[in-house]
């Protein structure tokens, strides 16, 4: 069965700082991993998905690596800012899809 | 993007009614669906997965006879909360799924609903 675990659950933070999120996932066959931020009481936005061929993907001040093979994937984000507060969750694409749970960040001016 | 529509965004029932979901992909065929509830500040559960003409498989613990899940095109899934109950409260969000080599999934915008 598929466990997808996130640290740290929780992170709070001053404005410019480079933070990483983790993502660990107990079974390596995927097809790939996305993912996302949700903000209070709102629906998910996708913010990036990384084939099981690729090691990155880049957006903006966003980058997710993967490695597969020890079911591991950060999310880099560079210079955060308060608009950046929000629970960032990656879910793993198999059979299923299957969500980690969670980090909430905040930050703070 | 593809574009996944969930309907209604928000809805009150009272208790002992039914109410349906509706999950719609707007642009593209989808050949899974899945349907997620979330808890207050918690990770989305997975509750079940459907295909089109197939009939959907559960998670365990998922009450199938109070989660009915029909998927009866690929660009339609419905899930109706049946005989609903206040413990029912909760936000459902679905996801479409495309097929091929590399399937990449896409998210309605999520349903709050709230029994009374």
């Known amino acids: 069965k598929q466990e997808v675990t996130q640290i740290p659950a929780a992170l709070s933070v001053p404005e410019g700082e480079n933070l990483v999120l983790n993502c660990s996932f107990t079974?390596?066959?995927?097809?790939?991993l996305q993912w996302f931020r949700q903000d209070p009481g709102k629906g998910l936005t996708s913010l990036l998905l990384?084939?099981?061929?690729?090691r990155e993907q880049t957006s903006g001040r966003l980058n997710a690596s993967l490695d597969k093979s020890s079911g591991r994937s950060t999310l880099y984000i560079a210079a955060s800012q308060p608009g950046d507060s929000a629970t960032y969750l990656c879910?793993?694409?198999?059979?299923?899809?299957?969500f980690g749970t969670g980090t909430r960040l905040q930050v703070f001016p | 993007g593809a574009v996944v529509s969930q309907h209604p965004s928000r809805v009150i029932c009272k208790s002992g009614t039914s109410v349906k979901i509706e999950c719609r992909s707007l642009?593209?065929?989808?050949?899974?669906m899945f349907w997620y509830r979330q808890f207050p500040k918690k990770s989305l559960m997975l509750m079940a997965t459907?295909?089109?003409?197939?009939?959907?498989?559960?998670e365990q613990g998922v009450e199938k006879d109070k989660f009915l899940i029909n998927h009866a095109s690929l660009t339609l899934s419905t899930l109706t909360v049946t005989s609903a109950h206040p413990e029912d409260s909760s936000f459902y969000i679905c996801?479409?799924?495309?097929?091929?080599?590399?399937?990449?999934?896409?998210f309605g915008q999520g349903t709050r609903l709230t029994v009374v």
């Open positions: 996801s479409a799924r495309l097929g091929g080599a590399y399937p990449e999934a896409f």
């Open positions: 879910a793993v694409n198999t059979d299923k899809l299957i």
């Open positions: 079974d390596s066959a995927i097809y790939n």
């Open positions: 642009d593209f065929q989808a050949t899974t």
């Open positions: 459907s295909n089109e003409g197939s009939k959907a498989t559960y």
């Open positions: 990384i084939q099981s061929s690729q």
